[in-house]
């Protein structure tokens, strides 16, 4: 329930229409209450001398009452329901734009399906509560004041004996909150399973298919969907159980007025009009008290929906700008050397298995090195900490003389052109994929940048050249023109330092040779790091760091590398011997 609190400065941005929602709630219920009483008067005057006019202007009273009642009823609805959705709009803009700030390792440990059904379901139960329920809430207590008020003023003996059921009401509604919260929980837990294990098939759609598991996976989706189905038929149950009982007790509650206000009436202490006025009050009660109900299980399933939402907005980023002198400026993109001292690096998820061993090196401006090792030698994880996707945890990098920790990231990112392992293309057109939004400011346009990549040949042939859409709405690239696509991608901002991890496997080795050799002559200026696990492709380069369990096992140039004998030369012979093997097949 603390958590709810967290949403004030939500509801505080829409102080005033709130306010103004909130005084159509008084008015509204003001309006409700004081029609019966015209209706009252009305019975009354019928027992003695009356004329149609007297009666009409009565019936006149009460259905303007009723009309205002309606208005401001409305105006609630408009202002409150209105801010609501506002609210919704606002948190959801900044849930996503939390999501933007998040680091790798967050995303690392979190399925997607569940960020997504964290946005959606358990954001639509956070404005339930600001809309219906705060506006219920209000209502009810505000019906409750003002109903109760008018019986007390009838007669204070016959509202305590229609009040009498109220405990046992607050019991029940206490008692069934605490199984509606249970179940609300489980069903949103349901909710983000499905959600994840529908968007990784539909990702991995490819790989159900090529292993035969479409119906284990269809299997899968019905267990969970089944579970979904069983906890939302039990807290079915329990809030039709819970309605039919909160209906059963205010008509119960009516049996004891009705004798008792006979009495009254046959005693000459209660007019027949006022006796009636007081049933209409006591059925008017009955709705607040099966929003009461009601209420109870809107705030229930958002306190339960909010701690959810609260896990995700309580993650402060691992990687940030803090240790940014103010002022740094923003434009100022590193230079190209790149120094790494000490550096030491475990992953968050297991911090006792060390992934990077006190790895030092330099590299000059403008010079190709390349990063050789087996694979898990740590290649990918040593330039992801060049682009700051983690932090180290001991150590120093430097690009440009400065500490990268010191560089705002967006310059960072900007200065270290980035080609991941694993490569992804938005379902766009090659063009907005290779610019992505950029524009070419300050850097190479989208034909130059893919004819660095050996893609343009590529994307000329096809119907609608670098319009041509990708993904869902459009045609698939090969898995090497994925990989050239991303390449022309990290180019475009021309960056001073591009690492390329992996980013040729895809296509064959005498072609990633070709592209790369090409890469290196038309980007002389440019410091390239590139990871590769093949001898062609990495020989060329100014020098080449063999990486071992995590630590730098030898480095030198192809030549000096041979004549030591160790890693290289054994990787060297072996790729030989395979490429012999293979002619000779
Ligand atoms: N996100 C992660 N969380 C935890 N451990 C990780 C993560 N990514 C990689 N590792 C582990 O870190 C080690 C180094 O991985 P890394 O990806 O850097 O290897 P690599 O040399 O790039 O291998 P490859 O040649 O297969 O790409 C591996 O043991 C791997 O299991
Ligand atoms: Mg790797």
Redesign the pocket.
């Known amino acids: 329930m603390k958590n709810l609190l967290a949403l004030k400065p939500y509801l505080v941005r829409h102080r005033k229409t709130l306010a103004l929602g909130i005084a159509c709630v008084v008015a509204t219920n003001f309006f409700a209450v004081a029609a019966p009483r015209f209706l009252g008067e009305a019975i009354d005057l019928m027992g003695r001398e009356f004329t149609i006019g007297s009666i009409l202007s009565k019936a006149a009273l009460y259905l303007l009452f009723a009309a205002l009642s309606g208005i401001a009823l409305y105006l609630v609805r408009q202002l409150i329901i209105v801010t609501s959705r506002d609210i919704e709009y606002d948190l959801k803009n900044d849930y996503y734009a939390h999501l933007q700030t998040l680091s ?2 967050f995303y ?1 440990q979190t399925g997607s399906g569940e960020l997504i059904s964290r946005g959606t379901n358990d954001l639509n139960a956070v404005r339930d509560f600001l809309g219906p329920g705060i506006m219920y809430s209000i209502n009810t207590l505000f019906r409750l004041i003002f109903a109760i008020g008018a019986m007390i003023a009838i007669s204070p003996s016959l509202t305590l004996l229609a009040l009498l059921p109220a405990p046992l009401l607050s019991w029940a509604v206490y008692r069934t909150g605490v199984s509606i919260q249970n179940g609300s929980r489980r069903i949103q837990e349901n909710y983000a399973s499905i959600t994840n294990l529908v968007q990784e098939n539909i990702s991995g759609i490819r790989i159900v298919r090529n292993y035969n598991r479409e119906s284990v996976e269809v299997d899968r989706f019905e267990a969970l969907n089944r579970e979904y189905y069983d906890n939302n038929i039990v807290l079915t149950r329990i809030q039709a159980m819970f309605m039919a009982s909160l209906t059963a007790l205010t008509a119960l509650s009516l049996i004891p007025v009705v004798w008792a206000g006979g009495l009254n009436v046959m005693q000459g202490t209660m007019s027949i009009g006022g006796i009636a006025q007081f049933m209409i009050y006591v059925t008017m009660l009955s709705w607040p008290m099966i929003s009461i109900g009601w209420v109870t299980n809107i705030v229930q399933k958002a306190a339960a929906a909010q701690t959810r939402l609260r896990e995700i907005f309580d993650t402060k980023p691992e990687v940030t700008d803090q240790a940014v002198r103010p002022g740094e400026g923003e434009e100022r993109v590193p230079s190209g050397e790149i120094v790494f001292e000490r550096v030491s690096f475990s ?4 911090p006792d ?1 060390q ?1 990077l061993k006190q790895i030092s090196f330099s590299i000059e401006p403008g010079t190709k090195v390349a990063i050789v ?10 330039v ?1 900490l060049m682009a700051r996707l983690y932090d180290p945890d001991e150590g120093r990098i430097t690009i440009g003389g400065r500490e990268i920790r010191e560089i705002p990231l967006s310059s960072l990112r900007r200065g270290v052109g980035f080609v991941p ?1 694993t490569n992804f293309l938005f379902s766009d057109t090659i063009r907005n994929n290779i610019d992505f939004g950029r524009g070419g400011s300050g850097g190479l346009d989208v034909i130059e940048a893919s004819r660095i990549a050996m893609l343009y040949d590529d994307v000329v042939d096809f119907p609608e050249g670098f319009d041509t859409m990708l993904g869902e709405k459009g045609i698939n690239l090969s898995g090497g023109q994925k990989q050239r696509a991303c390449i022309s991608r990290a180019l475009c901002w021309n960056p001073p330092v591009l690492v390329l ?2 980013a040729l496997s895809a296509v064959d080795t005498a072609t990633e040779a070709r592209i790369f050799d090409g890469l290196l002559e038309k980007l002389p200026d440019t410091t390239v790091v590139l ?1 590769s ?1 093949r001898i062609s492709t990495v020989r060329n380069c100014d020098r080449i760091i063999v ?1 071992h369990d ?1 630590a730098i096992a030898e480095s030198g140039t192809h030549e000096e590398l041979l004549e030591n004998g160790k890693f290289y030369a054994d990787l060297y012979t072996m790729q030989l011997l395979e490429e012999e093997i293979s002619a000779i097949s």
Do not use: E, F, M, W
């Open positions: 790798t390792s690392d992953y968050p998820s297991q298995k992934v090792g087996a694979t898990g030698s740590g290649k990918s994880t040593l992801n392992q991890d992996d990871i696990h990486l995590g």
